[in-house]
Nanobody, 124 residues
Framework: QVQLVESGGGLVQAGGSLRLSCAAS????????MGWFRQAPGKERLFVAA????????SYADSVKGRFTISRDNAKNTVYLQMNSLTPEDTAVYFC?????????????????WGQGTQVTVSS
Protein backbone atom coordinates (compact mmCIF):
# COMPACT_ATOMS: atom_id res chain seq x y z
CA GLN A 1 0.00 0.00 0.00
CA VAL A 2 1.13 3.56 -0.64
CA GLN A 3 0.01 6.88 0.80
CA LEU A 4 0.20 10.02 -1.31
CA VAL A 5 0.41 13.64 -0.23
CA GLU A 6 0.24 16.48 -2.74
CA SER A 7 1.65 19.96 -2.23
CA GLY A 8 2.53 23.04 -4.23
CA GLY A 9 -0.89 24.31 -5.20
CA GLY A 10 -1.91 27.93 -4.84
CA LEU A 11 -3.10 31.07 -6.57
CA VAL A 12 -1.25 32.23 -9.67
CA GLN A 13 -1.94 34.72 -12.44
CA ALA A 14 -2.59 33.60 -15.98
CA GLY A 15 0.67 32.91 -17.76
CA GLY A 16 2.38 31.92 -14.54
CA SER A 17 3.84 28.63 -13.37
CA LEU A 18 3.49 26.22 -10.49
CA ARG A 19 5.17 22.97 -9.59
CA LEU A 20 3.15 20.36 -7.81
CA SER A 21 4.76 17.61 -5.78
CA CYS A 22 3.35 14.30 -4.63
CA ALA A 23 5.25 12.52 -1.90
CA ALA A 24 4.66 8.80 -1.48
CA SER A 25 5.19 6.66 1.57
CA UNK A 26 6.61 3.17 1.50
CA UNK A 27 9.60 1.49 -0.05
CA UNK A 28 7.95 0.36 -3.26
CA UNK A 29 7.33 3.71 -4.94
CA UNK A 30 9.35 2.69 -7.99
CA UNK A 31 6.96 -0.18 -8.65
CA UNK A 32 4.04 2.19 -9.28
CA UNK A 33 3.12 4.11 -12.37
CA MET A 34 1.92 7.55 -11.32
CA GLY A 35 -0.70 9.88 -12.67
CA TRP A 36 -1.97 13.41 -12.17
CA PHE A 37 -5.65 14.20 -12.50
CA ARG A 38 -7.69 17.33 -11.94
CA GLN A 39 -11.26 18.09 -11.01
CA ALA A 40 -13.04 21.39 -11.36
CA PRO A 41 -16.18 22.13 -9.29
CA GLY A 42 -19.17 20.21 -10.58
CA LYS A 43 -17.12 18.38 -13.18
CA GLU A 44 -15.65 14.92 -13.52
CA ARG A 45 -12.09 14.05 -12.62
CA LEU A 46 -9.92 14.28 -15.72
CA PHE A 47 -6.57 12.85 -16.71
CA VAL A 48 -3.67 15.30 -16.89
CA ALA A 49 -0.46 13.28 -17.14
CA ALA A 50 1.08 9.92 -16.31
CA UNK A 51 4.57 8.52 -15.95
CA UNK A 52 5.81 4.95 -15.88
CA UNK A 53 7.78 3.30 -13.13
CA UNK A 54 11.23 4.33 -14.33
CA UNK A 55 10.23 7.77 -15.58
CA UNK A 56 11.20 6.88 -19.11
CA UNK A 57 7.71 7.06 -20.57
CA UNK A 58 5.06 9.75 -20.15
CA SER A 59 1.60 10.56 -21.40
CA TYR A 60 -0.31 13.86 -21.43
CA ALA A 61 -3.81 15.11 -22.03
CA ASP A 62 -4.02 17.18 -25.19
CA SER A 63 -5.07 20.21 -23.17
CA VAL A 64 -1.74 20.34 -21.32
CA LYS A 65 0.75 19.08 -23.91
CA GLY A 66 3.64 21.47 -24.31
CA ARG A 67 2.78 23.30 -21.07
CA PHE A 68 2.94 20.66 -18.34
CA THR A 69 5.73 18.21 -17.56
CA ILE A 70 5.48 15.18 -15.32
CA SER A 71 8.62 13.75 -13.75
CA ARG A 72 9.60 11.56 -10.84
CA ASP A 73 12.48 11.03 -8.47
CA ASN A 74 12.36 7.46 -7.19
CA ALA A 75 15.14 8.15 -4.69
CA LYS A 76 12.89 10.77 -3.09
CA ASN A 77 9.61 8.86 -3.56
CA THR A 78 8.18 11.91 -5.29
CA VAL A 79 6.40 12.70 -8.53
CA TYR A 80 6.18 16.24 -9.86
CA LEU A 81 3.98 18.21 -12.21
CA GLN A 82 5.57 21.34 -13.62
CA MET A 83 2.83 23.59 -14.97
CA ASN A 84 3.71 26.51 -17.22
CA SER A 85 1.64 29.03 -19.17
CA LEU A 86 -1.30 28.50 -16.88
CA THR A 87 -4.75 29.67 -17.88
CA PRO A 88 -7.96 30.08 -15.85
CA GLU A 89 -9.15 26.83 -17.47
CA ASP A 90 -6.46 25.01 -15.48
CA THR A 91 -8.17 25.93 -12.22
CA ALA A 92 -9.04 22.73 -10.36
CA VAL A 93 -8.11 20.46 -7.52
CA TYR A 94 -5.15 18.39 -8.65
CA PHE A 95 -4.75 14.81 -7.47
CA CYS A 96 -1.89 12.37 -7.81
CA UNK A 97 -2.59 8.67 -8.07
CA UNK A 98 -0.69 5.39 -8.19
CA UNK A 99 -1.29 2.06 -9.91
CA UNK A 100 0.83 -1.06 -10.02
CA UNK A 101 1.04 -1.90 -13.72
CA UNK A 102 3.25 -1.01 -16.68
CA UNK A 103 0.39 0.65 -18.54
CA UNK A 104 -0.06 4.43 -18.50
CA UNK A 105 -3.78 4.48 -17.83
CA UNK A 106 -5.74 7.67 -18.32
CA UNK A 107 -8.89 6.44 -16.59
CA UNK A 108 -9.22 7.32 -12.91
CA UNK A 109 -10.83 3.99 -12.05
CA UNK A 110 -7.62 2.16 -13.00
CA UNK A 111 -5.69 3.84 -10.21
CA UNK A 112 -5.58 2.24 -6.79
CA UNK A 113 -4.27 4.96 -4.51
CA TRP A 114 -5.05 8.67 -4.36
CA GLY A 115 -3.85 11.73 -2.54
CA GLN A 116 -6.14 14.27 -0.95
CA GLY A 117 -5.63 16.86 -3.68
CA THR A 118 -4.18 20.35 -3.87
CA GLN A 119 -6.05 23.41 -5.13
CA VAL A 120 -4.71 25.32 -8.11
CA THR A 121 -6.40 28.61 -8.93
CA VAL A 122 -5.41 30.66 -11.96
CA SER A 123 -6.68 34.22 -12.08
CA SER A 124 -7.22 36.11 -15.33
Amino acid sequence: QVQLVESGGGLVQAGGSLRLSCAASGRTFSSYAMGWFRQAPGKERLFVAAINRSGGSTSYADSVKGRFTISRDNAKNTVYLQMNSLTPEDTAVYFCAAQNTIVLFITPSRYDYWGQGTQVTVSS
